[in-house]
């Protein structure tokens, strides 16, 4: 199973909203990650996956329980965290507990993590999985200062790939949008979106391959402030692209092309505590 960055989110979205002194303008909120040391989480996580190969559709949908655990704060605040899948279904097939990731990370109180995640050129058999992962893998982090309703503020993500292939990085920018409700708590609401053209090319001795397309994906964060974790999140992404392929077949060369257009939707919802 490819897409386990999409945990990611969920598992550093923990923050306390400590109030800024008051601007003339608005009020303000310094956001960082800290959750005590022994926090457990337990998470509710469904992933449809609607794709269309030259109209030929496919679904997939996988449902999974997860825990997560605050093992350790840090003296200078980073967190580490460990995370296991307790259950997975994929179209209604339990998949076997041995083949459930286990994984361990560490985050500072703005989000990021210690060690960055270098993910492997694509290749042709793993390109779909390759893009959820790399997508999968945007997560929330938070600004320096404080910031009120209606700001962003931006990440770059660098991706690696070189020139002329794309993605070789990403813009991702966050809003924090207002408060709502959400389970009787009152959260706030940040959303995150980000875009990339994709451009891949593969020459073999026999045979040239060209991709081209473009991927987004849009999500949506809940903060509960006074239980200090994401209470929910929403994201979708979008992946859509052109395969052309021209072959030597021993007396010519033969061309085909494949459209893919691929969408994956993902909901986690806190359940314990």
């Given at each position: 199973?490819?897409?386990?960055?999409?945990?990611?989110?969920?598992?550093?979205?923990?923050?306390s909203?400590?109030?800024?002194?008051?601007?003339?303008?608005?009020?303000?909120w310094?956001?960082?990650?800290?959750?005590?040391?022994?926090?457990?989480?337990?998470?509710?996580?469904?992933?449809?996956?609607?794709?269309?190969?030259?109209?030929?559709?496919?679904?997939?949908?996988?449902?999974?329980?997860?825990?997560?655990?605050?093992?350790?704060?840090?003296?200078?605040?980073?967190?580490?965290?460990?995370?296991?899948?307790?259950?997975?279904?994929?179209?209604?097939?339990?998949?076997?507990?041995?083949?459930?990731?286990?994984?361990?990370?560490?985050?500072?109180?703005?989000?990021?993590?210690?060690?960055?995640?270098?993910?492997?050129?694509?290749?042709?058999?793993?390109?779909?999985?390759?893009?959820?992962?790399?997508?999968?893998?945007?997560?929330?982090?938070?600004?320096?200062?404080?910031?009120?309703?209606?700001?962003?503020?931006?990440?770059?993500?660098?991706?690696?790939?070189?020139?002329?292939?794309?993605?070789?990085?990403?813009?991702?920018?966050?809003?924090?949008?207002?408060r709502?409700?959400?389970?009787?708590?009152?959260?706030?609401?940040?959303?995150v979106?980000?875009?990339?053209?994709?451009?891949?090319?593969?020459?073999?001795?026999?045979?040239?391959?060209?991709?081209?397309?473009?991927?987004?994906?849009?999500?949506?964060?809940?903060f509960?402030?006074?239980?200090?974790?994401?209470?929910?999140?929403?994201?979708?992404?979008?992946?859509?692209?052109?395969?052309?392929?021209?072959?030597?077949?021993?007396?010519?060369?033969?061309?085909?092309?494949?459209?893919?257009?691929?969408?994956?939707?993902?909901?986690?919802?806190?359940?314990?505590?």
């Amino acid at each position: 199973m490819h897409r386990w960055l999409w945990l990611l989110p969920v598992s550093i979205a923990l923050s306390s909203l400590i109030p800024h002194p008051l601007s003339s303008v608005q009020e303000r909120w310094l956001l960082r990650f800290t959750p005590s040391q022994g926090l457990t989480l337990r998470w509710q996580i469904r992933m449809a996956t609607k794709q269309f190969v030259n109209n030929k559709a496919k679904t997939e949908t996988t449902e999974l329980m997860v825990s997560e655990s605050v093992d350790e704060v840090r003296p200078n605040g980073n967190l580490v965290w460990s995370s296991r899948a307790l259950r997975c279904v994929t179209n209604g097939e339990v998949i076997p507990p041995g083949e459930l990731e286990a994984t361990v990370s560490e985050i500072t109180p703005l989000g990021y993590s210690t060690k960055p995640i270098v993910l492997p050129p694509p290749t042709l058999d793993d390109l779909d999985d390759w893009l959820e992962e790399l997508f999968g893998g945007v997560t929330l982090v938070f600004p320096p200062t404080g910031v009120g309703i209606g700001q962003k503020w931006v990440h770059q993500l660098s991706v690696g790939l070189k020139p002329p292939n794309e993605p070789r990085r990403l813009r991702i920018a966050y809003r924090l949008e207002g408060r709502e409700t959400v389970d009787g708590a009152d959260c706030f609401r940040i959303t995150v979106q980000t875009q990339s053209p994709v451009r891949l090319a593969w020459r073999m001795r026999d045979a040239s391959v060209i991709i081209t397309g473009g991927a987004k994906l849009e999500g949506v964060f809940w903060f509960d402030p006074k239980l200090g974790t994401v209470r929910r999140r929403l994201a979708e992404l979008s992946i859509n692209y052109t395969m052309e392929t021209e072959r030597w077949d021993g007396f010519q060369f033969v061309q085909r092309t494949k459209f893919v257009n691929r969408t994956t939707a993902l909901e986690a919802k806190l359940v314990t505590p």
